[in-house]
C-alpha cells in the first residue's frame, strides 16, 4: 500500500472529504504507476479519484465498530515516535 495513504476509520471528528479524496488520489496514482497523466489520460485519471473517493465515503459511513473513536493528535504523536524509532530522527 502506499505509504501516504492513512487509516481514515473511527477518528473523532470523521475523515474530511479533502481527507478522503487525498487518498483516492495516491490510491489511483499508484494503481496508474503515475503521479501526473497525460493529457489523454487525465479525464479518465481524475474520473477514477472522484468514483473512488465517492465510494470510500459510502464505505465509511456504512463501517461499523465498537471501538471508541482514535484520537488525530495521538494517532500521529504515536506515527513521529515510530519514525523516530525507525529512521532516528
Request: a positive charge; glycine letters at 2%; proline letters at 7%.
Amino acid at each position: 500500500m502506499c505509504r501516504n495513504i492513512r487509516p481514515l476509520n473511527n477518528f473523532e471528528p470523521p475523515a474530511t472529504s479533502d481527507e478522503v479524496t487525498a487518498a483516492a488520489l495516491q490510491y489511483v496514482r499508484k494503481v496508474a504507476g503515475t503521479t501526473k497523466p497525460s493529457q489523454a489520460n487525465e479525464e479518465v485519471f481524475y474520473a477514477a479519484v472522484k468514483e473512488i473517493a465517492h465510494i470510500t465515503e459510502h464505505l465509511l459511513q456504512d463501517l461499523v465498530t465498537t471501538a471508541p473513536p482514535k484520537n488525530r493528535e495521538v494517532e500521529a504523536a504515536k506515527a513521529r515516535a515510530r519514525a523516530q524509532l525507525r529512521y532516528g530522527t
